[in-house]
């Protein structure tokens, strides 16, 4: 079974940076395309950020231009570089691999804690 382990997580003031990482064991990671999700209390889980296998990403319109996403096949690893955060950003940060009938594809991970302050 596939594992995912995010990292990176914690306390920033608004305007602030955080580098998210998401290691997976999955021998298949590279052909995979990956996500970024995130949850906020009392919110339901969101797609935030996704890179597909070749490379093109996508992102929700309120992070657009703010966060970036990438990957390193060879340590199986995908990125979430968080740039100019803001409170409305707090939440718990997942990643997974989306797919277009089940919605993932993958067991979710324990996350990552994001809170910004105001």
């Known amino acids: 079974q596939v594992q995912l382990v995010e990292s990176g997580g914690g306390l920033v003031q608004a305007g602030g940076s955080l580098r998210l990482s998401c290691a997976s064991s999955g021998s298949l990671f590279r052909f995979y395309s990956m996500g970024w999700y995130r949850q906020a209390p009392g919110n339901q889980r969101e797609l935030v950020a996704s890179?597909?296998?070749?490379?093109?990403?996508n992102y929700a319109d309120s992070v657009k231009g703010r966060f970036t996403i990438s990957r390193d096949n060879a340590k199986k690893t995908v990125y979430l570089q968080m740039n100019s955060l803001k409170p409305e950003d707090t939440a718990v940060y997942y990643c997974?691999?989306?797919?277009?009938?089940?919605?993932?594809?993958?067991?979710w991970g324990q996350g990552t804690q994001v809170t910004v302050s105001s």
């Open positions: 890179i597909a296998a070749g490379g093109s990403t």
């Open positions: 997974n691999s989306p797919h277009p009938t089940s919605g993932v594809r993958l067991g």
